[in-house]
């Protein structure tokens, strides 16, 4: 922590502060909003309740899953969601949360079977001929291990004779090595099925932008909240990530068009292709005998993110309407049952199409007005500020914004099709945030001035022109501990109204660094998913960590080799920029360097030796290389900036 905040020029330590106060209880105005919800909205629609629990066979016995670090999940986290929503929690996420916490075994339809609440995700079995088929492997091997021994022990063993990845988020394949062993899958026993484009995006989507990321998911997902009434709830999609070991089995199989079938141990299978929806590849499958569809992550219970906070390339809300049109054209008239990567199926054909084209509606209106409200001149926050669906389709549970909102995806469209410029020259080149701020306190008369006018905010329940004035002091003054607590308590009641968990999860997280300081977390780029990365994309990881201070305008040349992998590089940094290209040097080197490729990784993100490695030339070309990177850490300041340069 203090390595980094010397680099990013801060005054303080945020993670030696000592907690400040607890969590606020709910204000009345708060309480008012909760019971408005409560009226507005159809709870005495219990269609859901039926779907999430039918078919429920049984849930494992200990609630205790084990992982590396102690417990990778815990089945009776979510105990305390009983009975009708506290004030602190918005009544419509209360029943989502309700929803998604039942764990267990459910039979789908004949010879499908899911584990759901397992995970943030749902593993599905289909019973073949012989084995099993798996649709999704859950995050880590500790719960999907979990789940297959609850399959095993109801429904008896059997092989898994193939896996199916829907899509390319760890979510869906990093629980592959808790079902079968790569020796499976080299031995033929195992087939590993999955989009075209998988592996690529799979290994590559959190990679370059990977420690940003997992900093920021620290907050979309709640990491570091407390589960219960005043903390983390549900994730809106699946109650939390678990908290084991992520693998990847590379698949044996691709899926590269819509219209392919195959029949896999006597189950017939018919694949629809939706590369750039929810993932960059991803596809949904028919099941045609048994008439039931799987969405993956394409329809889900609730509207879905076009741009994930945590950071992502922006999605296409409209080619995702499209793609559920085309679902509906496709297989909507066989579909008796429809399951989905995340949350419960539906049931009946009649609740699928329902869903299916009323989902697609939500996309469309989203992807249109938005649309066309840019075309006549508004922004986006301006957009985000007057979009919502229309009730007939806001009505509709599935639509509602638990994970994704209107609110963040209208700018995510808004973003697509022109960037984070809104074309008023004033924002061409913005002061530093807290330069800025710095500059309106004062102008506004001094921090006691910017309290009062908070705290009168505040007590006319204007929450969110609290938390501008509040922002604005505290990045000017991050020491300021009244202005630090007034904000963490705007930030609470935020949370508590937020019907998105996503939303509340960040508005508490923020709250909670407010008032404690920041916990530094994991990143995603896990060591097995860059021991998998191409050799070229591994170089673009080692690029973006070259900093040209440490650099200094040095000059160098490495020939590297990768003998395990038959590979050559040409290395050159110059200018601050490192360059590799697949060549021998054009001409000479400081250094020629051959050594395995993992010792290189090794060296790179674990910092072991570099001893053994034969080197031709300058003996210390490598290490001083090495000496140029940065180390990136998942720990940065969010609700403080760095001091105006
Ligand atoms: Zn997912």
Redesign the pocket.
């Known amino acids: 922590m203090k390595r980094l905040a010397f680099a990013l020029g801060l005054s303080i330590s945020l993670a030696q502060s000592p907690a400040i106060h607890a969590a606020e209880p709910a204000s009345t105005a708060t309480a008012a909003r909760q019971s408005a919800v409560q009226r507005a909205l159809p709870f005495a629609d219990r269609q859901d309740d039926d779907f999430a629990g039918r078919g429920f066979v049984a849930t494992r016995s200990d609630p205790k899953i084990p992982g590396p670090g102690g417990i990778a999940w815990d089945l009776s986290t979510y105990d305390f969601l009983k009975g009708s929503a506290p004030p602190t929690v918005n009544p419509s996420l209360w029943r989502q949360a309700q929803l998604l916490s039942r764990h267990g075994l459910f039979k789908v339809a004949d010879r499908i079977w899911q584990v759901r609440g397992f995970d ?2 749902n593993i599905t079995f289909i019973k073949g001929d012989t084995g099993w088929i798996v649709i999704d492997t859950l995050t880590t091997k500790e719960t999907a291990k979990a789940a297959l021994d609850l399959v095993t022990e109801k429904l008896g063993p059997r092989p898994i004779k193939a896996i199916i990845y829907t899509h390319s ?1 760890s ?2 394949f990093g629980g592959a090595r808790g079902l079968v062993d790569q020796a499976d899958v080299g031995s033929g026993a195992t087939e590993v099925i999955a989009p075209a484009g998988f592996l690529a995006e799979a290994v590559s989507e959190n990679v370059l932008a990977g420690t940003a990321m997992s900093r920021r998911a620290t907050y979309q997902f709640g990491f570091f909240l407390p589960p219960g009434p005043q903390g983390q709830v549900s994730s809106g ?1 699946g109650q939390a990530i678990s908290k084991g070991t992520t693998t990847l089995l590379p698949p044996t199989m691709t899926i590269d068009h819509t219209g392919q079938e195959m029949t896999i141990d006597g189950v017939r299978l018919q694949f629809q292709i939706t590369p750039g929806t929810e993932a960059p590849a991803e596809m949904n499958i028919n099941i045609p005998d048994l008439h039931v569809l799987d969405m993956a ?1 394409n329809a889900n219970v609730s509207m879905h993110n076009v741009l994930t906070p945590r950071g992502a390339l922006v999605r296409d809300a409209k080619a995702w309407s499209e793609y559920l049109t085309q679902s509906i054209r496709l297989y909507g008239d066989g579909a008796e049952v429809m399951m989905t ?2 949350g419960w199926p539906r049931f009946g054909h009649d609740a699928v199409i329902a869903f299916l084209t009323d989902h697609r509606d939500a996309y469309k209106y989203l992807h249109d007005q938005t649309v066309r409200m840019m075309n006549e001149g508004l922004t986006g926050p301006e957009i985000a500020n007057r979009i919502s669906l229309p009730d007939a389709l806001a009505r509709d549970w599935f639509n509602r914004g638990y994970y994704g909102t209107m609110s963040f995806n209208a700018r995510a469209v808004y973003q697509r099709y022109m960037g984070f410029y809104d074309a008023n020259p004033a924002n061409l080149a913005p002061l530093d945030p807290a330069d800025q701020a710095a500059r309106y306190i004062k102008a506004i008369g001094g921090a006691k001035k910017v309290l009062a006018l908070a705290r009168a905010a505040r007590a006319s329940a204007d929450d969110r022109w609290a938390v501008t004035l509040l922002n604005d002091l505290v990045l000017a003054e991050p020491d300021n501990r009244s202005a630090r607590e007034m904000l963490a308590g705007a930030y609470d009641q935020l949370g508590y109204q937020s019907e998105s968990a996503l939303w509340r999860n960040m508005y508490l997280t923020g709250a909670m660094e407010l008032r404690s300081g920041i916990r530094s977390g994991q990143s995603t780029a896990s060591i097995d998913l860059i021991r998998n990365l191409p050799s070229a994309m591994l170089f673009d990881l080692i690029s973006v960590r070259l900093n040209p201070e440490k650099a200094a305008g040095a000059t160098l040349r490495l020939a590297l080799t990768f003998p395990d992998r038959s590979e050559r590089y040409y290395v050159l940094v110059r200018n601050g920029v490192l360059v590799a290209e697949p060549i021998a040097p054009p001409g000479p080197v400081d250094a020629t360097i051959s050594m395995p490729r993992s010792q290189l990784i090794s060296a790179l993100f674990l910092r072991s030796s570099l001893a053994g490695v034969r080197i031709e030339g300058d003996p210390q070309a490598l290490s001083r290389l090495i000496g140029w990177l940065d180390v990136f850490k998942p720990d940065f300041p969010i609700v403080t900036r760095p001091a105006a340069r």
């Open positions: 943030i995700a988020h979510d869906h999609i992550e990567s995340h």
